[in-house]
């Protein structure tokens, strides 16, 4: 016999199956063996999101490959037939709600900007993800301006797998860096540019005050700010690997359907003085974020 696990994967599997068509959410309970308010109770604690937005903005993402295929001419009324609405104009409405452009402006992109807001489908993978690593409901609270001094280099998003070296070459230092505080360290994302996807990221640690610094130093002043909480617990010893679909859940599943946007400003990870990559070990994600007016 199936465990509810098995049963509710099974419903994706339906769900998918069934994304170009009508579909209710009573459809993927029966499927799930689940009455419809208990499956629409478990959709949103194992997933993040509502069922009609997750089926929404699946349906989305489909649209979005189909643009993104360079050799394929697709007509809009098409795809927003196909994505169950009613005109075209409501599909592009709420395709520009999601990625930020219409669809006819979405073709013309760059290649490199495409796929960052893409909801892909649920999978025993994620879901175990989604349990056992991140606390799926962040606490919201202001956090406090602080200082932070380390090394900077900007990050695209061909060379982000380089960021770990980047913590290689900070962490010797740290015993040269004046009033470090008792805190941890930090890595500290900032001045992004949409365009090419590309960012700074800061590898630092906290300070009471900055004075003369050591050669290749640098110090950024985090500001006051309201932030969403996220704490991821480490299942591995791969720091990097482990925290992608995390920071990719956040920004791509989380913050769409939170009823928050997003504050232009830094985002941040905070590790505990303690914090020693290994599993157990728990990082704190911070998203700069107010409540959507």
Same mark, same amino acid.
């Given at each position: 016999?199936?465990? $509810?696990?098995?049963?509710?994967?099974?419903?994706?599997?339906?769900?998918?199956?069934?994304?170009?068509?009508?579909? !209710?959410?009573?459809?993927?309970?029966?499927?799930?063996?689940? #009455?419809?308010?208990?499956?629409?109770?478990?959709?949103?604690?194992?997933?993040?999101?509502?069922?009609?937005?997750?089926?929404?903005? !699946?349906?989305?993402? $489909?649209?979005?490959? @189909?643009?993104?295929?360079?050799?394929?001419? *697709? @007509?809009? *009324?098409?795809?927003?037939?196909?994505?169950?609405?009613?005109?075209?104009?409501?599909?592009?409405?709420?395709?520009?709600?999601?990625?930020?452009?219409?669809?006819?402006?979405?073709?013309?992109?760059?290649?490199?900007?495409?796929?960052?807001?893409?909801?892909?489908?649920?999978?025993?993978?994620?879901?175990?993800?989604?349990?056992?690593?991140?606390?799926?409901?962040?606490?919201?609270?202001?956090?406090?301006?602080?200082?932070? *001094?380390? *090394?900077?280099?900007?990050?695209?998003? @061909?060379?982000?797998?380089?960021?770990?070296? $980047?913590?290689?070459?900070?962490?010797?230092? +740290?015993? #040269?860096?004046?009033?470090?505080?008792?805190?941890?360290?930090?890595?500290?994302?900032?001045?992004?540019?949409?365009?090419?996807?590309?960012?700074?990221? +800061?590898?630092?640690?906290?300070? =009471?005050?900055?004075?003369?610094?050591?050669?290749?130093?640098?110090?950024? =002043?985090?500001?006051?700010?309201?932030?969403?909480?996220?704490?991821?617990?480490? @299942?591995?010893?791969?720091?990097?690997?482990? $925290?992608?679909?995390?920071? %990719?859940?956040?920004?791509? =599943?989380?913050?769409?359907?939170?009823?928050?946007?997003?504050?232009?400003?830094?985002?941040?990870?905070?590790?505990?003085?303690?914090?020693?990559? =290994?599993?157990?070990?728990?990082?704190?994600?911070?998203?700069?974020?107010? %409540?959507?007016?």
């Amino acid at each position: 016999m199936m465990d $509810l696990r098995d049963r509710f994967l099974e419903a994706i599997d339906y769900i998918e199956e069934q994304l170009l068509a009508p579909l !209710r959410l009573s459809d993927a309970a029966t499927r799930a063996d689940l #009455s419809p308010p208990y499956f629409s109770r478990l959709f949103r604690a194992l997933t993040g999101e509502p069922f009609g937005s997750y089926l929404r903005r !699946r349906r989305l993402t $489909l649209a979005a490959e @189909k643009l993104s295929q360079a050799d394929t001419e *697709v @007509k809009l *009324v098409e795809l927003a037939f196909d994505c169950q609405y009613d005109s075209q104009e409501a599909f592009t409405r709420a395709f520009k709600r999601m990625f930020g452009v219409p669809p006819g402006a979405y073709r013309k992109q760059p290649p490199r900007r495409r796929g960052s807001l893409w909801r892909s489908r649920i999978d025993a993978a994620a879901l175990e993800h989604l349990q056992e690593s991140i606390t799926m409901e962040p606490e919201i609270r202001e956090i406090d301006s602080f200082l932070v *001094v380390g *090394v900077r280099e900007r990050f695209d998003p @061909k060379s982000r797998h380089e960021i770990p070296d $980047l913590w290689t070459r900070f962490l010797p230092l +740290i015993p #040269s860096i004046p009033h470090a505080g008792a805190g941890g360290t930090y890595g500290v994302c900032l001045n992004p540019d949409s365009e090419e996807g590309s960012f700074d990221y +800061i590898a630092g640690i906290g300070v =009471t005050r900055v004075d003369a610094l050591p050669a290749g130093l640098i110090a950024e =002043t985090i500001p006051r700010q309201t932030y969403a909480v996220f704490t991821h617990t480490m @299942k591995s010893h791969s720091l990097h690997p482990e $925290l992608q679909p995390t920071v %990719a859940w956040i920004w791509g =599943t989380w913050l769409p359907a939170s009823g928050y946007e997003y504050v232009a400003g830094p985002d941040f990870e905070a590790y505990p003085p303690d914090f020693d990559m =290994t599993p157990g070990s728990r990082i704190d994600i911070c998203i700069p974020v107010r %409540a959507q007016s």
